[in-house]
């Protein structure tokens, strides 16, 4: 926590300082709760066929959004569960919060899941904060601040080829209705890579790649609050998002590739085919 501490401090009068310190404190507090729940009983109700909420989201969310409140009550808010519906991509300052990312893991007792808390600007992600509670493990970025994990900076990997490179990916909630082109992109991958994971928390992924431990992640249909944080996280560790065709991503772009940035071509070049198909 100290080695957090004075990685925060750094930034000082910067305007983004305070915005930065509270998502940190929101996600850290409402991560506490997720792993004082995580080993208890689980009330889960169906949102669709597989989307699936439990009380978890429901404690984190009220956990972050008092914090908000008090902190910064100016501030809109989109978040997955109780603020979810929007129309156009945003332009007044928002705050893009998912308090449970990886529900399902969450609720089968796989410790694969995080908060995800992000601030964004014209629908840009300006300050992005994904704290994995089971590992302790707290990951921020503020834009032109570089990217942090438990106050020690990352950058991506230096895998310069496909081949050997580790994947992740995940699957949209209507697979089990349209699941030919999600599996046809699965199949060129896992043929053209050294490997693929498919560990469900797309928040995580984009933290894993923004610390090099995976060197590329691909998803279609994904919220705006399950990749806000870690877009931000990739780009400021030295790495590249875009769409599948390798044209601009933001949060509110339905297909999302991300990489160390070396691999980038090769990336995009398998996944065009598949763009506004999936």
Same mark, same amino acid.
């Given at each position: 926590?100290?080695?957090?501490?004075? @990685?925060?401090?750094?930034?000082?009068?910067?305007?983004?300082?305070?915005? $930065?310190? =509270?998502?940190?404190?929101?996600?850290?507090?409402?991560?506490?709760?997720?792993?004082?729940?995580?080993?208890?009983?689980?009330? +889960?109700?169906?949102?669709?066929?597989?989307?699936? *909420?439990?009380?978890?989201?429901?404690?984190?969310?009220? @956990?972050?959004?008092?914090?908000?409140?008090?902190?910064?009550?100016?501030?809109?808010? $989109?978040?997955?569960?109780?603020?979810?519906?929007?129309?156009? /991509?945003? #332009?007044?300052?928002? &705050?893009?919060?998912?308090?449970?990312?990886? =529900?399902?893991?969450?609720?089968?007792?796989?410790? &694969?899941?995080? +908060?995800?808390?992000?601030?964004?600007?014209?629908?840009?992600?300006?300050?992005?904060?994904?704290?994995?509670?089971? #590992?302790?493990?707290?990951?921020?970025? @503020?834009?032109?601040?570089?990217?942090?994990?438990?106050? +020690?900076?990352?950058? /991506?990997?230096? =895998?310069?080829?496909?081949?050997?490179?580790?994947?992740?990916?995940?699957?949209?909630?209507?697979? #089990?209705?349209?699941?030919?082109? *999600?599996?046809?992109?699965?199949?060129?991958?896992? =043929?053209?890579?050294?490997? /693929?994971?498919?560990?469900?928390?797309?928040?995580?992924?984009?933290?894993? +790649?923004?610390?090099?431990?995976?060197?590329?992640? &691909?998803?279609?249909?994904?919220?705006? &609050?399950?990749?806000?944080?870690?877009?931000?996280?990739?780009?400021?560790?030295?790495?590249?998002?875009?769409?599948? #065709?390798?044209?601009?991503?933001?949060?509110?772009?339905?297909? $999302?590739?991300?990489?160390?940035? $070396?691999?980038?071509?090769?990336?995009?070049?398998?996944?065009?085919?598949?763009?506004?198909?999936?």
């Amino acid at each position: 926590m100290k080695r957090i501490e004075a @990685c925060l401090a750094q930034y000082g009068s910067d305007p983004l300082a305070k915005i $930065l310190r =509270t998502a940190t404190q929101a996600a850290l507090k409402a991560g506490h709760i997720l792993a004082e729940l995580y080993h208890q009983p689980h009330q +889960v109700r169906y949102k669709g066929e597989i989307d699936l *909420v439990t009380e978890a989201d429901v404690a984190a969310e009220k @956990c972050i959004l008092d914090i908000l409140a008090v902190q910064c009550p100016a501030i809109k808010i $989109l978040s997955e569960e109780s603020h979810a519906v929007y129309g156009e /991509v945003p #332009r007044e300052p928002v &705050w893009i919060i998912d308090p449970l990312d990886g =529900t399902t893991n969450f609720a089968h007792g796989f410790p &694969w899941f995080a +908060v995800s808390i992000a601030y964004a600007e014209e629908g840009k992600s300006l300050v992005g904060v994904i704290y994995a509670p089971m #590992r302790d493990e707290l990951f921020f970025s @503020c834009k032109g601040g570089g990217a942090w994990l438990n106050g +020690v900076k990352i950058k /991506v990997s230096s =895998t310069e080829e496909l081949l050997k490179s580790l994947l992740a990916t995940g699957f949209p909630y209507d697979v #089990r209705e349209k699941p030919d082109a *999600v599996l046809s992109a699965l199949r060129k991958f896992l =043929t053209r890579s050294q490997g /693929v994971r498919r560990a469900g928390a797309a928040a995580l992924d984009l933290a894993y +790649v923004a610390c090099g431990r995976l060197d590329g992640f &691909w998803e279609i249909k994904l919220k705006p &609050w399950d990749t806000a944080a870690g877009l931000l996280l990739v780009e400021e560790a030295g790495g590249k998002i875009t769409d599948f #065709r390798g044209g601009p991503y933001s949060p509110f772009v339905p297909e $999302l590739a991300s990489s160390n940035g $070396l691999i980038h071509g090769e990336l995009t070049a398998l996944l065009q085919e598949f763009s506004m198909n999936l």
